[in-house]
């Protein structure tokens, strides 16, 4: 994701936010605007939420960044060492894990859309906690029929994110609360 250079397709005049000032904002609130101004630099205008989600794919970016730098042990024994939580998975799970958020990652970043990484790692983080908190969903697992799932589908925006490739993947909703989803 090359977060300046994709930024956004749509583009305004600083005179519309004070001509149409809502329509503008509605625009923003569904993806990134440029606001040109005559006598300045021009200015991005996004929600809250896409500059979030672009924050948490940088810094998830860095962490990945200095993951493959090291050489020392398998992706997956690397990714525990910077993601801890990670150990609480089966070494099998850890490998699926790992491969899923490099996956998640390239999509993201060739899509510039930080919601499919940011929900892999939602989805992975959650699957290794769940066990570990009392009253959770995971108190008692419901399993695909056997102890390994099938293959699910990739998370699609604003839908349901469910599990890939493990023993028991959580089923997550990336709606946003002011939706009702």
């Given at each position: ?30 993806h ?18 896409e ?28 990714m ?18 790992a ?19 940011i ?18 969903a ?35 909703w ?8």
């Open positions: 994701m090359t977060i300046a250079a994709d930024l956004p397709a749509a583009t305004r005049r600083s005179s519309d936010l004070s001509k149409r000032s809502a329509e503008v904002f509605a625009e923003a609130e569904d990134p605007v440029t606001v040109t101004r005559r006598d300045g630099e021009a200015l991005v205008l996004m929600s809250q939420r500059a979030e989600g672009r924050a948490r794919l940088l810094n998830f970016a860095a962490q990945l960044i200095t993951v493959t730098l090291d050489d020392r042990g398998s992706l997956a024994e690397r525990s060492k910077a993601f801890p939580w990670m150990l609480a998975l089966s070494p099998a799970d850890q490998e699926s894990c491969q899923d958020r490099v996956d998640a990652a390239r999509a993201s970043f060739s899509t510039d859309q930080p919601h499919l990484a929900a892999e790692l939602t989805s992975w983080k959650e699957t290794a906690t769940a066990p570990s908190r009392p009253g959770s995971a108190a008692a697992p419901v399993w695909s029929g056997s102890t390994t799932m099938r293959p699910w589908s990739v998370p699609n925006r604003g839908g349901r994110q469910e599990g890939r490739a493990g023993s028991l993947r959580l089923i997550l990336s709606g946003h609360p002011d939706n009702g989803s």
